[in-house]
C-alpha cells in the first residue's frame, strides 16, 4: 500500500504551482498525496491527477477564518489514515502539529515565506506577536523544515537551530499543456508590460500604475488577485487607464503561461517592507525566464542574485513614478536589448528547473 502524505494550504489550490509540483513529485515516486485547500465562492472545479480536497469554511478572513479552518483540517487529521502530515506555511501549522502529536506521524514544515516578516503583519504589532508566539512553540518540533531560499532558511537557522532544506519554487521544463486565456483586442496588438501573482501591498503596483499615466501606447495585464485588487482597479479608472490596464483576475497554472508567454516585459517590484520582501525570491521570476521574458526587478538580495547571474533584466532602487515609466520605456524601445535578454533567459532556463530541484524533496521524504 502506497504511503499517504497529507499536503495543507489555505488557497483555493488552483494557481498554487508549488504545492502541485510537490504532489506530481512524490506521486510519480511512490507516495499517495492528498491535498487540502479550501473552496471559495468563485473557485473553479479542479482536474488533478492526486486527490484533493477543499473545505467550504464559514469565514474566509480573519482570526476566526484561522481558528475555522485549523478546526476543520484537525477533524479531518484525526479521522484519516495518514502516515506523513505537510503543513505548508505558519497558517496551516496548528492543526497539522497538534495531528501529528496524537498520531504519532512525521511532520514536515514547508515554509514558503518569512511568515512574520510579510508587509500585512509589519505594522500590526499585535497580531504579529500572536504569528511569533506560534511560531516559537510549534516549530522547533517539526520533523522537517523546508523553505524557499537560503536567506530565510538562515534567519529560520538563526532563530531555531534546524537543519533546513532550500527548495525553490523552480518551473517544470515538462510544463502542463498551455490553455489560452482571454485579453482585449487592443492587448493583442500592443506589446504590454505583465505582473503575475498575489495582487497584495508591497508590490509596486500604486506606483506602476502612476507610471503607466506617463507612459501613453504601453498596456498593463495584471494577472491574479489579492488584498488590494479592488484599490487598483480604482486608482486606474481614476487616472483613466481602464483601456490599458486589464485585470484578469485569479487564473489556473496552466492558464498563467499563456499570458507569460505572450508579454513584452516582466514585472517584479517587492518593496523593501520587512524580512519577508526583502529576501524574497518571487515565483514569476522564474516563470518569466522560462517564458524568455525580460525582467525589470527590485534590487533585493535574493533576486539579485538570480537576474545579475542570468543577465534578462535590469535591478532597479527607485520607484517614484517619473523613474518607472523612463525606465520602461527606454528598455521598450531596445528592441536588441530585449532580444539579448530573451535569448540569455531561454539560455539558462534549464539550470533553473522543478525536474533538478525536486531530487532534494524526494531525499527529504525518503529519509522520514
Not at 22 to 49: D, E, F, Q, Y
Not at 327 to 347: D, F, H, M, Q
Request: hydrophobic share 45%; proline share 5%; aromatic share 10%.
Amino acid at each position: 500500500m502506497k504511503r499517504t502524505i497529507v499536503i495543507a494550504v489555505t488557497n483555493d489550490l488552483e494557481g498554487d504551482q508549488r504545492v502541485h509540483k510537490v504532489a506530481i513529485t512524490l506521486m510519480n515516486n511512490g507516495w499517495a498525496p492528498v491535498v487540502i485547500g479550501r473552496k471559495l465562492r468563485n473557485s473553479k472545479p479542479l482536474s488533478r491527477r492526486y486527490t484533493t480536497r477543499r473545505f467550504r469554511l464559514w469565514f474566509n478572513r480573519g482570526p476566526v477564518f484561522y481558528l475555522n479552518y485549523n478546526l476543520r483540517l484537525f477533524a479531518y487529521l484525526l479521522f484519516t489514515r495518514v502516515d506523513v502530515i505537510t503543513a505548508n506555511d505558519l497558517d496551516t501549522l496548528p492543526a497539522s502539529f497538534f495531528a501529528a502529536i496524537l498520531k504519532r506521524k512525521r511532520l514536515v514544515y514547508d515554509a514558503h515565506e518569512y511568515f512574520t516578516g510579510v508587509p500585512e503583519l509589519v505594522d500590526r504589532p499585535a497580531v504579529c506577536k500572536i504569528w511569533r508566539a506560534i511560531e516559537k512553540r510549534l516549530v522547533p518540533h517539526v520533523s522537517a523544515m523546508i523553505t524557499v531560499n537560503e536567506s530565510i532558511a538562515a534567519l529560520y537557522r538563526d532563530q531555531y537551530s534546524l537543519q533546513i532544506t532550500v527548495i525553490r519554487n523552480l518551473p517544470m521544463i515538462d510544463h502542463p499543456p498551455v490553455t489560452p486565456g482571454y485579453l482585449p483586442e487592443e492587448f493583442t496588438r500592443h506589446p504590454f508590460l505583465l505582473y503575475q501573482g498575489a495582487v497584495n501591498m508591497g508590490r509596486g503596483l500604486e506606483q506602476l500604475l502612476d507610471a503607466m499615466a506617463l507612459m501613453p501606447g504601453i498596456y498593463l495585464v495584471i494577472v491574479g488577485d489579492g488584498d488590494v485588487t479592488d484599490v487598483l482597479m480604482h486608482q486606474a479608472r481614476q487616472l483613466n487607464l481602464a483601456t490599458r490596464v486589464c485585470f484578469t483576475g485569479r487564473v489556473s497554472f496552466e492558464n498563467l503561461a499563456w499570458y507569460t508567454r505572450k508579454a513584452a516585459l516582466g514585472i517584479s517590484l517587492e518593496q523593501d517592507i520587512g524580512l519577508n520582501y526583502h529576501y524574497a525570491l518571487p515565483n514569476k521570476l522564474f516563470d518569466y525566464m522560462h517564458a524568455g521574458l525580460p525582467v525589470i526587478a527590485s534590487d533585493l538580495p535574493e533576486i539579485r542574485k538570480v537576474v545579475a547571474a542570468v543577465e534578462f533584466g535590469v535591478l532597479i532602487r527607485e520607484f517614484s513614478p517619473e523613474f518607472l515609466a523612463e525606465t520602461i520605456s527606454g528598455i521598450l524601445n531596445n528592441k536588441e536589448l530585449l532580444a539579448i535578454w530573451s535569448k540569455n533567459a531561454l539560455r539558462e532556463a534549464p539550470n533553473y528547473s522543478w525536474e533538478q530541484e525536486s531530487d532534494k524533496l524526494l531525499k527529504l521524504y525518503r529519509e522520514l
